[in-house]
């Protein structure tokens, strides 16, 4: 009310008889207002209790003036003043308006999605942004497929897609939008980059962190492992964090994305692989069948957009 308390210091430092003038205020400002005359009308308030509202109802006329204009000096942006009755008096309720209430479900849908070493920016990507090509053809029906079953029967298990390709065509986004349209379904998505979680886990040994981080993924409601089979060949990052994490997902029947540049063979052959150039087969294998579990593996073909867009 602070416009209101200006012109009444105004009047009361200028003029002896600023009490009137404030009366004629009122009703050049107030009671003339059509607004104001159909609430009154429409509520039936008596004289007094008019008389008693006048600083509320002015204080509405003025608000509502500013929200017209947009002016950024009222009292609550994002809200709109309305007029209400309450024990007989003119208060003054501020709503929000549809553009904070988009603004508000906007950010409540990406607190329903978490990225771990990937871009925020993928929270952002819907379906409306995926380009609809033949060669997106079946991934896209397989994860629109999830989308409704998992969503018709939350409880029962749903295969997730193990996508592979080459760099750049989009398999990251289009997990993205898969995450971003469960999220308008009230579920949550993890998002995970893989090789760089990989890497940041050996550091979490000297903190004995490791098994915190194992279950962030394990209770993922919906978990994306992303460019599985990037990272640097590690038998204890296979046995001691990547099995634990599928093993217990498969047992939870907990839906489970993949994106890779490798075929599930291709993956397979690369798990085999230890640091000291030791083939470890049985090893790979008992991943693999955890990951063919979860997910049906889909060849994603198509452009390198990446190159494209520079």
């Given at each position: 009310m602070s416009d209101f308390q200006e012109a009444l210091s105004k009047l009361g430092a200028n003029l002896p008889n600023w009490q009137d003038k404030y009366q004629a205020l009122i009703q050049e400002k107030v009671l003339t207002d059509q607004e104001i005359q159909a609430f009154i009308a429409q509520n039936q308030l008596t004289e007094i209790e008019v008389e008693n509202s006048l600083s509320k109802l002015y204080e509405y006329v003025l608000e509502r003036d500013k929200f017209l204009k947009q002016d950024s000096n009222r009292v609550a942006n994002g809200y709109q003043p309305k007029l209400?009755?309450?024990?007989?008096?003119?208060?003054?309720?501020?709503?929000?308006?549809?553009?904070?209430?988009?603004?508000?479900?906007?950010?409540?849908?990406?607190?329903?999605?978490?990225?771990?070493?990937?871009?925020?920016?993928?929270?952002?990507?819907?379906?409306?942004?995926?380009e609809r090509t033949a060669e997106r053809k079946s991934a896209l029906n397989a994860i629109l497929d999830f989308i409704e079953d998992f969503s018709a029967h939350p409880k029962d298990f749903?295969?997730?897609?193990?996508?592979?390709?080459?760099?750049?065509?989009?398999?990251?986004?289009?997990?993205?939008?898969?995450?971003?349209?469960?999220?308008?379904?009230?579920?949550?998505?993890?998002?995970?980059?893989?090789?760089?979680?990989?890497?940041?886990?050996?550091?979490?040994?000297?903190?004995?962190?490791?098994?915190?981080?194992?279950?962030t993924l394990n209770q993922a409601q919906v978990l994306v492992l992303d460019d599985i089979g990037a990272e640097s060949p590690s038998g204890w990052i296979r046995d001691e964090i990547l099995q634990p994490i599928l093993t217990h997902r498969m047992q939870e029947n907990m839906p489970t994305f993949f994106t890779s540049n490798l075929n599930m063979n291709e993956l397979e052959l690369k798990l085999a692989q230890a640091m000291r150039g030791v083939e470890e087969i049985w090893p790979a294998k008992r991943v693999m069948e955890r990951v063919r579990y979860l997910a049906k593996e889909i060849h994603l073909m198509g452009d390198n957009r990446r190159e494209s867009d520079n």
């Amino acid at each position: 009310m602070s416009d209101f308390q200006e012109a009444l210091s105004k009047l009361g430092a200028n003029l002896p008889n600023w009490q009137d003038k404030y009366q004629a205020l009122i009703q050049e400002k107030v009671l003339t207002d059509q607004e104001i005359q159909a609430f009154i009308a429409q509520n039936q308030l008596t004289e007094i209790e008019v008389e008693n509202s006048l600083s509320k109802l002015y204080e509405y006329v003025l608000e509502r003036d500013k929200f017209l204009k947009q002016d950024s000096n009222r009292v609550a942006n994002g809200y709109q003043p309305k007029l209400v009755l309450n024990h007989h008096y003119v208060d003054v309720s501020y709503v929000p308006t549809s553009d904070l209430l988009a603004q508000q479900r906007a950010l409540e849908l990406k607190k329903r999605i978490t990225t771990l070493y990937l871009p925020s920016g993928l929270k952002n990507v819907g379906f409306s942004d995926i380009e609809r090509t033949a060669e997106r053809k079946s991934a896209l029906n397989a994860i629109l497929d999830f989308i409704e079953d998992f969503s018709a029967h939350p409880k029962d298990f749903h295969k997730g897609v193990y996508l592979y390709g080459t760099f750049g065509v989009g398999k990251t986004y289009l997990l993205a939008a898969l995450a971003n349209e469960l999220a308008q379904r009230n579920t949550e998505t993890l998002l995970v980059h893989f090789p760089t979680f990989a890497q940041k886990i050996k550091s979490a040994i000297k903190e004995d962190k490791v098994s915190v981080h194992i279950d962030t993924l394990n209770q993922a409601q919906v978990l994306v492992l992303d460019d599985i089979g990037a990272e640097s060949p590690s038998g204890w990052i296979r046995d001691e964090i990547l099995q634990p994490i599928l093993t217990h997902r498969m047992q939870e029947n907990m839906p489970t994305f993949f994106t890779s540049n490798l075929n599930m063979n291709e993956l397979e052959l690369k798990l085999a692989q230890a640091m000291r150039g030791v083939e470890e087969i049985w090893p790979a294998k008992r991943v693999m069948e955890r990951v063919r579990y979860l997910a049906k593996e889909i060849h994603l073909m198509g452009d390198n957009r990446r190159e494209s867009d520079n």
